[in-house]
């Protein structure tokens, strides 16, 4: 699955962001999120590594099937540089009507202005 994703700081170490992309099941589909993020690090330059956990609600069409989910999740991201770094993520995704509850691993990169 691919897709992706737009975040926005609230606080040092709160920001609130929503993603779309695809899910398969026998089917392409799309699953769109709305999550709040919590960084254990405060965002410095100079911090490469920045762990953090997300919550929040996801909602999924797939062969004309929808499903609400919430969607709990913990990563880090590893500042290669001042504006990129690489995500590697972790997300379940409990609950969904017909879909069921699934889980994924995540690899993507980061930017900041």
Not at 97 to 104: C, N
């Amino acid at each position: 699955r691919f897709g992706v994703g737009l975040d926005f700081r609230l606080t040092q170490r709160f920001d609130i962001g929503g993603e779309i992309g695809t899910i398969h099941k026998h089917d392409v589909g799309v699953l769109a999120s709305g999550n709040l993020t919590y960084h254990f690090t405060r965002p410095r330059r100079s911090e490469e590594w920045d762990p953090f956990l997300t919550a929040g609600v996801s909602g999924a069409r797939i062969s004309g099937v929808g499903g609400f989910y919430v969607n709990l999740g913990a990563g880090v991201n590893y500042w290669v540089s001042r504006r990129w770094a690489i995500r590697g993520e972790f997300k379940g995704y409990p609950g969904g009507q017909d879909l069921g509850g699934f889980a994924e691993f995540r690899f993507g990169v980061t930017f900041r202005p």
